[in-house]
């Protein structure tokens, strides 16, 4: 199982840009699906998820800059982030939890990373 991220890129301070994240391999089930950040010399943070079902949630930094969707269909999960800072400038991982087999547990899958640069 892979997740692939794209998107990333140079944007300058009040743009945009939408990250994409594809899960791909045999599996049974994908749980939750979401985004964390990790900015130079800093943790790696919650941005957002989206469940299987239920509502989005949001880290408090970038709510209402940001939205998250996902297609069951096609396994894939995107960020859509406007209005973006110079404190939003990070590696970007799409994250999902996914049930390889029924019945066995879920685990844990990131994908490789994509960088968003905001500066002018």
């Known amino acids: 199982v892979q997740l692939q991220a794209s998107g990333g890129g140079l944007v300058q301070p009040g743009g945009s840009l939408r990250l994409s994240c594809a899960a791909s391999g045999r599996f049974f089930r994908i749980g939750v699906m979401g985004w964390y950040r990790q900015a130079p010399g800093k943790q790696r943070e919650l941005v957002a998820t989206?469940?299987?079902?239920?509502?989005?949630t949001y880290a408090d930094s970038v709510k209402d800059r940001v939205t998250i969707s996902r297609d069951n269909a096609k396994n894939t999960v995107a960020l859509q982030m406007n209005n973006l800072n110079p404190e939003d400038t990070a590696v970007y991982y799409c994250?999902?939890?996914?049930?390889?087999?029924?019945?066995?547990?879920?685990?844990?899958?990131w994908g490789q990373g994509t960088l968003v640069t905001v500066s002018s």
């Open positions: 994250y999902a939890r996914i049930q390889l087999k029924w019945r066995q547990s879920f685990n844990d899958y």
């Open positions: 989206s469940p299987n079902d239920g509502a989005a």
